[in-house]
């Protein structure tokens, strides 16, 4: 059996700019597969030229085995759908919104009605047929956006950042939905992310890009673990630290992640792990927290950058923690670049590879 | 004295509407001649302008060609021409010695037409290719990756662009019936033939025929204001 997709030395240029230098990649039928990198790393442009709707500069595609040429991609869109970063909703109705693909497809009506019935359950929005899609918040539009691809049941799904920004109550219905389309109905999911904690979760096999190349592949969490040893792996991935663990008596472990700096996790642990804190997990304050969550510490704020209705900040405390926090919040505490913070989160938020 | 002349000028008003008001209610023709000819000529010419203009901005806005910017630019500049000025220079491309001129189009409807039609073509032409612009890429990417054929697509961004097309149309529309230089150089205020309610305002005002010109401007305005409602509701509903 031939992969499901296989690309063979893609190159991609945008003028002077190379986004992809001579990518090979499989995919095999069934499978999740993450694709992480930095912004920029050209991780849109790969998921775009898998979903038909971009040529590659040179190189091959191979479908099921069968090259991909200029008349192949039609096709090839039809069996494949991408959900974009950017949330585009088409101007009217969520049912019509839903029902878009199946239409061109010129499906008979009542099919239709069922299946866009059973995309909007999937994504818990029951009963939102005849509501305008503009009209609806962001991470509703984004389940919009997902329901309107799953309903076509394609063979291979393709998602770019589709948690970036949002709520974790949406981004963990999203999470599901993209596990119940693979496990159940067996859809082919590849998933472009620069946040390990959600999608990193979902995935089996990784790929890391940097500057439009792959640089790691393999099991999630190897090439996790490969990212944090690399330098660029620091500043790329939000908190992700190798450290040496010692279990403590309480049944956790005391990690030292170098800087000066000690984090409590659960789970007995000796030796070199690899600790992921999810940035949202961090509670930033003013003053030390009174509370029952094991790691407290004292930083600076080095860098504030807008993400969508959050802000992450960067705060220097022996190593650099980044946090993300409500626009509201940054406001009220009157937090910038320089205010003294406390960064304040449980043992059980840390997770270990 | 000031005090007077205003009072006096008040009562001239009020009885200009009172006058235009009986005028309107009453159906008298030629009100209604200039209301009619107005809203067929203005349509026509709109009409005309939408065949040619919503093409023509559907290619500038979504396609990449040698010329596109500079096209882009020549609409954008005519966008605020005066109107007078376009009358004349079709006036003289017109007249019996002008290049046209065996045509011996000047002086009817359809020179007016012709006229306003070009007057409403690059408003047509540069809100539309800027509508189609706005939803152009992501609308039809969104379209393919959903299986649509490139046809499909174009329609779909087409119909994402149609609350902001529909509003060009009526401002078109709009533009044409309200303005004087096209009809008044290239129609001549013929009565019967080539009056319409702008020329026949600003000739029945000269005149001291207050009240016809208030009657004409209310309903000038009526349109105008019924139409730029109708528009937004329109809009909104388009919308969602």
Redesign the interface.
Known sequence: MPPLMSLRDLVKDYGEVRALDHVSLEVEDGETLAVFGPNGAGKTTLL?IM???EAPTSGRIYYRGVEVDGKGL?EL??R???V?Q?T?I????VYKNVA??LA??GLPQNEVAKKVKDALNLVKLKGYERR????LSGGEQQRVALA??IV?EPELLLLDEPTANLDPETASIIEETIRYMNRERGTTVVVATHNVFGMGKVAERAILLMNGRIVEEGSVSDVLLRVSLRDAGFSMLDNIFVGWAEPTPNGTSAIDIGGGVKIEALGKRRGRVTALIPPIDIIVSKKPLDSSARNVLKGRIVEVSEAGSTVRLKVEAGRVFTAQITETSLKEMKLNVGSEVYLTFKASSIRLL | MIGEACSRMALDILEGLRRAVELILSGDPSVLDATLRSLYVSGAATFLASILGLPIGMIIGSREFPGRRLLRGFFNALLGIPTVGLGLILYLILSRSGPLGALRMLYTPSAMILGQALLVLPILVSFTANAVENVEREIKDLSKTLGASELQASLTVFREALPSVSLAVIAGFNRALAELGVALMLGGNIAGLTRVLTTTIAMEATRGNIELSIALTIILLSIVFALSSAANVLKEKLEG
Not at chain 1, 90 to 93: I, P, R, V
Not at chain 1, 132 to 135: D, G, M, N, S, Y
């Open positions: 775009r979903a038909g709707i039609a869109r039809r494949c759908t991408m974009f950017r585009v088409f101007n009217t109705t878009y693909g061109v497809r305008p899609a503009r009209r309107r691809a076509l």
